[in-house]
């Protein structure tokens, strides 16, 4: 019976465990047609500030976000913005009174995919796991924040 135990437990330590993250990789996604290559942390960064509003074709820039509770949007907004959800609101407050609108938000990952793919200039993130045909991805933002050009090596169930 011991020896069932402790085969039990070593079996328990070596499956993945329930509710950890498929991959640390943020994808950063753009429509399919979209003619955009790569794109750097210091320019996402004016995109989802809305100080950079077009693209080098003329096309308006539609960035897109996770609601703030969403831990992926929470690390895009440490990583790239270099700042909370919570505190980037007075920024938005400001600048609203101005006829600045802060970037649109959607519930889910796959309302992101959902958005990117429908809207023309659109530009957004997501776990690089549930990545599809639908979007094109121009960077990858690994765990430690740093940007990546070319899609990196992940295991995704």
Same mark, same amino acid.
């Given at each position: 019976? !011991?020896?069932?135990?402790?085969?039990?437990?070593?079996?328990t330590l070596?499956?993945?465990?329930?509710?950890m993250?498929?991959?640390?990789?943020l994808?950063i996604v753009?429509?399919?047609g979209?003619?955009?290559?790569?794109?750097?942390?210091?320019?996402?960064?004016?995109?989802?500030?809305r100080k950079k509003?077009?693209?080098?074709?003329?096309? !308006?820039?539609?960035?897109?976000?996770?609601?703030?509770?969403?831990?992926? !949007?929470r690390r895009?907004?440490q990583?790239?913005l270099?700042?909370?959800?919570?505190?980037?609101?007075?920024?938005?407050n400001?600048?609203?009174f101005?006829?600045?609108s802060?970037?649109y938000?959607?519930r889910?990952?796959?309302?992101?995919l959902?958005y990117?793919a429908e809207?023309?200039?659109?530009?957004?993130?997501?776990?690089?796991c549930?990545?599809?045909?639908?979007?094109k991805?121009v960077?990858?933002?690994?765990?430690?924040?740093s940007?990546?050009?070319?899609?990196?090596?992940?295991?995704?169930?």
């Amino acid at each position: 019976m !011991r020896l069932v135990l402790i085969l039990l437990t070593a079996l328990t330590l070596a499956l993945p465990r329930a509710g950890m993250a498929e991959s640390e990789v943020l994808a950063i996604v753009i429509p399919k047609g979209e003619h955009v290559r790569t794109i750097s942390k210091p320019e996402l960064a004016l995109i989802f500030w809305r100080k950079k509003l077009y693209w080098g074709n003329g096309k !308006r820039i539609q960035p897109v976000n996770l609601g703030p509770e969403n831990s992926l !949007r929470r690390r895009f907004s440490q990583q790239v913005l270099e700042s909370l959800p919570e505190d980037q609101l007075e920024y938005w407050n400001a600048l609203y009174f101005h006829g600045t609108s802060p970037p649109y938000v959607v519930r889910s990952q796959e309302a992101m995919l959902r958005y990117i793919a429908e809207t023309p200039g659109a530009i957004g993130y997501v776990n690089a796991c549930v990545l599809d045909a639908r979007v094109k991805a121009v960077a990858w933002i690994a765990e430690d924040g740093s940007i990546e050009f070319a899609a990196p090596s992940i295991n995704c169930p």
